[in-house]
């Protein structure tokens, strides 16, 4: 794959994301994140399975929901519901 491809592609996976998702610094809700890690995650797959291609902007991106999404459990901002035994 060129590296025209590439960063064709690589716009088309960032326009994606603009359209779809919320910026994670917008984020409230460790549900709203998880989806979001999910989505993309999906994305990422496609993208791999279609073009054998995963842009760097899609890791990058999983990062900062992933770093947000351990910094909400981490920091208590998510209360864990308690086991009923």
């Known amino acids: ?9 690589e716009k088309e996976f960032k326009h994606f994301t603009l359209r779809n998702f919320e910026e994670p610094t917008q984020c409230k ?7 979001y890690i999910k989505e993309l995650k999906s994305k990422m797959k496609e ?3 279609q073009f054998g291609f ?3 902007f899609a890791y990058h991106l999983l990062w900062e929901y ?7 459990i981490n920091s208590g901002m998510y209360p864990f519901k308690q086991k009923i035994n």
């Open 1 to 9: 794959m060129s590296e025209q491809d590439k960063s064709i592609l």
């Open 54 to 56: 995963i842009p760097k």
């Open 66 to 72: 992933t770093s947000l999404q351990n910094h909400m």
């Open 47 to 49: 993208f791999k399975q």
């Open 29 to 35: 809700d460790l549900s709203q994140v998880e989806f």
